[in-house]
């Protein structure tokens, strides 16, 4: 393993961005340490700021309200189950006795 000085990292991380290989590949061809290779890369990610032009196409991230509430949840099968829906047409489903604060963390986290 070679141990290149900093301005030869920013050169081996532009060459990786332009040459199609994974990390692994990269850093196995030029003779670093995988380790060493991210953490530069990770360095150039947090020195480019991202401009407004390369968000215009990209989803915003959006927070839902979300309100949890206790109702009688309709009997299924042998058991009873407490059911969650998201927007998106996600459903999921919990056995009874599930605490309301768990399932409250749980769809804010999911949103």
Same mark, same amino acid.
Do not use: D, H
């Given at each position: 393993m070679?141990? &290149?000085n900093p301005n030869e990292w920013k050169q081996l991380v532009e060459e990786f /961005? #332009?040459?199609g +290989? @994974?990390?692994k /590949?990269? #850093?196995v061809r030029h003779q670093v340490s995988l380790g060493g290779f991210q953490y530069w890369l990770y360095k150039k990610s947090r #020195? @480019? &700021?991202v401009r407004r032009? /390369?968000?215009a196409g990209r989803p915003r991230a959006a927070f839902l309200p979300v309100e949890v509430v206790a109702s009688p949840a309709p009997r299924v099968r042998e058991g009873l189950l407490l059911e969650v829906a998201l927007p998106r047409g996600l +459903? +999921?489903?919990f056995p009874e006795g599930t605490r309301a604060e768990y399932l409250a963390h749980l $769809?804010? $986290?999911l949103g």
């Open positions: 070679r141990r &290149p /961005e #332009a040459s +290989l @994974t990390q /590949e990269f #850093a #020195a @480019t &700021p032009s /390369e968000m +459903l +999921l489903r $769809v804010a $986290v």
